[in-house]
């Protein structure tokens, strides 16, 4: 039986993809700060999952993951799917600063301790969910667009460095419909469950990089050609 940790399973496609990886023969550690979210998880197959809470921007996270690793018995897959994004027009670094702390500082920290821990075993798969928004800037969420610039970027990077029999796979969603989707005139937007699927056949596939849904691939490229003097209009 295959070994999974999902930072950020409580809700939205963490949770998603948590059923789907039951339903796919794998033992799951599930972690999240709203406890009683884990429970409720855990009793839809209390064999098969193991509930560590934590606020991954805590000192304590890699050791919580280590903790985890242990009671799980191994690791072949950490999907870190916690983030922060909230619209922040006036620029109020308290908000901004929150984001950063989890989505750049506390990312960094987790990706650091799994990478090495797949480098040391010699094997595993990191995937995480960054987004479509990390391709350009915005006028309504600069530092949640900047952070998951970071993130694809910090990927890459890890992917450049990995060693044979270790993966790197960055999910890039346009919308999904859960509490994070930012923006007023939202189009595309793929259902919880459609996401979580397609994210998990992308993990199958070991792909490098995977948009949800696919044709978001289309507005990535339109995004990444498009020339400034009339991206800075839009
Ligand atoms: N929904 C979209 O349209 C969309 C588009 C592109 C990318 N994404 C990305 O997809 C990922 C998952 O988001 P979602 O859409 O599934 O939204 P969600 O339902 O709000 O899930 C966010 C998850 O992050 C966890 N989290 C937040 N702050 C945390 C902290 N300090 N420590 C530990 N965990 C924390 C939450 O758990 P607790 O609150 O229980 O801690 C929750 O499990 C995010 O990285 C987001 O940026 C979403």
Redesign the pocket.
């Known amino acids: 039986m295959k070994k999974a940790i999902i930072?950020?399973?409580?809700?939205?496609?963490?949770?998603e993809l948590a059923s789907i990886l039951i339903k796919n023969n794998f033992k799951v550690g599930i972690?999240?700060?709203?406890l009683k979210?884990l429970e409720q998880l855990k009793s839809t197959s209390p064999d098969k999952y193991i509930v560590k809470s934590?606020?991954?921007?805590a000192a304590s996270n890699t050791i919580k993951l280590r903790e985890l690793t242990d009671e799980l018995e191994g690791l072949d897959l950490l999907i870190m799917?916690?983030?922060?994004?909230h619209e922040n027009r006036q620029l109020n670094f308290e908000e901004d600063n929150k984001t950063i702390n989890?989505?750049v500082s506390?990312f960094t920290e987790i990706m650091n301790w799994s990478f090495n821990f797949f480098k040391n075993q010699g094997f595993g798969h990191i995937t995480a969910?960054?987004?479509?928004?990390g391709l350009r800037g915005t006028k309504f969420a600069p530092a949640?667009f900047a952070s998951?610039a970071y993130q694809i970027n910090y990927l890459e990077s890890l992917r450049k460095m990995a060693i044979k029999n270790v993966y790197i796979t960055d999910i890039?969603?346009?919308?999904?419909?859960?509490?994070?989707?930012?923006g007023d005139n939202l189009f595309w937007?793929s259902s919880?469950e459609k996401a979580a699927k397609q994210i998990f056949n992308y993990i199958k596939k070991k792909k490098d990089i995977g948009y949800v849904s696919k044709k978001w691939q289309i507005i990535a490229f339109a995004l990444k050609i498009v020339p400034n003097f009339i991206y800075k209009r839009v």
Do not use: E
């Open positions: 930072v950020g399973a409580t809700s939205g496609i963490g949770r972690t999240g700060r709203r979210l934590f606020d991954c921007t799917s916690s983030g922060r994004g989890l989505n506390a969910i960054s987004s479509v928004a949640y998951k890039r969603p346009g919308y999904v419909d859960t509490a994070m989707a930012l937007v919880k």
